[in-house]
């Protein structure tokens, strides 16, 4: 959470009190594919639990909750790759 030592904005810069910054690993695709972006759920696996799209590029992994601080909230991460195949979904984390 936000206001913690470490929480950061995709941008590297310090994420504000009680907002949710989910971060994640960058994923290779097996067949050689490039990952063209990343889908974030949130209280959920189903279509309608996608709430955000991340394009990798200049900094980190991480995405802000625009929904913070309201919660709690579970969350979990998939990579898309240049042909839209989409991985397997990351293990949920929860917050707070």
């Not at 490039?34 to 992994?61: E, K, M």
């Not at 919660?71 to 990579?79: E, F, I, K, L, Q």
Request: net charge negative.
């Amino acid at each position: 959470l936000g206001g913690m030592s470490g929480c950061n904005e995709p941008d590297g810069s310090q994420a504000s009190d009680s907002v949710t910054v989910v971060r994640w690993d960058e994923s290779t695709d097996p067949d050689g594919d490039a990952v063209l972006f990343y889908r974030i759920y949130r209280d959920g696996t189903s279509y309608g639990n996608r709430v955000g799209v991340f394009f990798p590029g200049a900094g980190d992994l991480a995405w802000t909750d625009p929904d913070s601080p309201h919660g709690p909230h579970t969350y979990r991460v998939s990579a898309v790759d240049d042909k839209y195949a989409e991985s397997a979904l990351s293990d949920l984390v929860s917050f707070p």
